[in-house]
């Protein structure tokens, strides 16, 4: 089954611990990216990648950290969470470089909670 | 800079229609339309890619002015599975960033 998925779903953590928040596709997507949910905000992205080894910023990057080794993986790192990183968390795939003309897929969602 | 979504909020009866609208102060190369229902992930609904292009499917169609830098969102005869958040999302010329809207809050009772 073509999806996308996360890894944790939930994650309750302590302010200052490192996390990391996995996503993988299996439709051999080129570009992913990765997007926080906040009520009243909707969607912005945090960074995105356009294929292996290139990474740009989005709209919200500060505090986050990503890497593209493979093109299937694309991890969320968080160095040193703060609670103003407590948000539900999506990573998205689409098929070719040109995201702008291809539709996103979404995986499920990390709620993440920093205490 | 996000697009603005407009309204953030409606609620319809079965059968009656609605338009969302999503304007940008970006000249768009391209707007995508995304439902979300609560708790889960945003499910794609359409990409519009040229100026005055609309599409649509089913009951659910979209229109994008580019020169007004403005899209529009229709949904004719209501349903309530038609019940979600609506988000527009934005590619701007010369951008691989994605910019989405704040949301509109659609709610259909029966």
């Known amino acids: 089954e073509a999806q996308v998925t996360q890894n944790p779903r939930y994650l309750i953590t302590v302010t200052g611990k490192k996390l990391t928040v996995t996503c993988s596709q299996n439709?051999?997507?080129?570009?992913m990216s990765w997007y926080r949910q906040d009520p009243g905000l909707g969607l912005r992205q945090i960074y995105y990648?356009?294929?292996?080894?290139?990474?740009d910023k989005g709209d919200v990057p500060e505090g986050y950290k990503v890497s593209r080794k493979e093109k299937r993986n694309f991890p969320l790192i968080l160095e040193s969470p703060s609670p103003n990183q407590t948000s539900l968390y999506f990573c998205?795939?689409?098929?070719?470089?040109?995201?702008?003309?291809?539709?996103?897929?979404f995986g499920p969602g990390t709620r993440l909670t920093v205490l | 800079q996000q697009p603005v979504q407009s309204p953030q909020a409606v609620i319809l009866r079965e059968g009656e229609d609605a338009v969302i609208n999503c304007s940008s102060s970006?000249?768009?190369?391209?707007v995508h339309w995304y439902r979300q229902k609560h708790g889960e992930a945003p499910i794609f609904l359409m990409i519009l890619l040229k100026g005055g292009e609309q599409k649509g499917h089913d009951k659910i169609s979209a229109s994008f002015n580019e020169k007004k830098q403005q899209s529009s969102l229709y949904l004719t005869a209501s349903q309530l599975s038609y019940s979600g958040t609506y988000f527009c999302g934005t590619f701007a010329y010369n951008n691989n960033d994605m910019r989405f809207g704040a949301g509109t809050r659609l709610t259909v009772k029966p």
């Open positions: 439709m051999n997507h080129e570009y």
């Open positions: 970006k000249a768009l190369y391209s």
């Open positions: 990648s356009m294929n292996v080894e290139v990474t």
């Open positions: 998205a795939s689409s098929l070719t470089g040109g995201a702008s003309y291809n539709e996103q897929f």
